[in-house]
């Protein structure tokens, strides 16, 4: 396939005993062998009844279950998620993160894919309602993604309606990721969503209770670090300390500033700390993640 040349795959979204987030659902794909196809296609992890956790390829929604641990609008996106893909009525269990019933029980989606990630599962841009048509154009087994069909995506939506964070990778065009990026800017810029509240640029690190649910709202995958940092950090030691230590949480989200002469930096390089209040000193929209 070709740099923007993604494979599609045809299938349904399915809620019940499930617990979805604001960028990810299970997907029951309509032929299983589709997935085993993409880059890295043994990495991918279909449970007993079919289905498998999609990753929406350029967001990061707030975290609504991370080691216990949630996060400002969690609850929200996947809300606005939920119905953005076309179910009513969703109800959940006691635990208020399980799917006990939802009208329908399972909606169309189509999605477009290239490569299954490290934890087992398929980077996907995911279209429903009418939109999951226009994705199958030609009804051919790939398609190339343009920017002007990634803007009908869900995930583009998200990205607009401030509902999730740009997250972007290397394993994404720069075409793509440009258009992503401007989507976030005029998001951020008119303080929809995740930018009413964000505090990424200077937060407090005093204890998990600084960065939850009921605290300030981060950048969601450096408030997954923080969470690990917060349970784990030694007296004294900072989160630019704690990054160093633990080579796989610093490794993992390696960045490029996306400059001409830009080369890949550790994350605790981007960070400055004074006692319990970090500043994150760049700015999101210029991050690109390298994909492993």
Do not use: C
Not at 39 to 54: P, T
Not at 138 to 155: A, M, Q, Y
Not at 172 to 185: C, S
């Amino acid at each position: 396939m070709g740099e923007a040349t993604y494979r599609v795959i045809t299938g349904q979204a399915v809620l019940v005993g499930k617990q979805p987030d604001g960028d990810s659902v299970r997907f029951v794909p309509d032929d299983p062998s589709l997935l085993r196809a993409l880059e890295n296609g043994d990495r991918v992890r279909i449970s007993a009844d079919g289905s498998v956790q999609l990753r929406f390829d350029g967001i990061d929604a707030p975290e609504l279950h991370y080691q216990g641990a949630a996060q400002p609008l969690g609850a929200t996106a996947r809300d606005q998620l939920l119905r953005r893909l076309g179910f009513d009525d969703v109800a959940f269990a006691a635990d208020g993160e399980t799917v006990a019933s939802a009208s329908p029980t399972m909606v169309r989606m189509t999605v477009l894919s290239r490569l299954v990630e490290v934890n087992g599962r398929p980077v996907s841009v995911v279209f429903a309602g009418a939109d999951a048509d226009e994705a199958r154009l030609g009804e051919g087994p790939e398609v190339d993604l343009t920017p002007t069909l990634l803007e009908r995506s869900v995930n583009h939506w998200e990205v607009s309606e401030g509902v999730a964070y740009p997250l972007l990778y290397t394993s994404t065009t720069g075409e793509l990721r440009d258009t992503i990026r401007a989507a976030a800017r005029g998001a951020r810029e008119e303080r929809r969503g995740v930018w009413s509240l964000d505090s990424t640029s200077s937060f407090s690190v005093a204890d998990v209770s600084a960065v939850d649910e009921g605290g300030t709202l981060i950048w969601p995958k450096l408030f997954r670090r923080v969470v690990d940092y917060l349970r784990q950090r030694g007296a004294g030691q900072s989160l630019a300390d704690w990054l160093i230590a633990t080579p796989l949480q610093d490794d993992e989200i390696f960045v490029t500033l996306d400059t001409a002469t830009a080369s890949p930096v550790p994350l605790h390089t981007l960070l400055a700390q004074t006692d319990d209040q970090v500043e994150f000193r760049v700015d999101l929209l210029d991050l690109t993640v390298v994909e492993r």
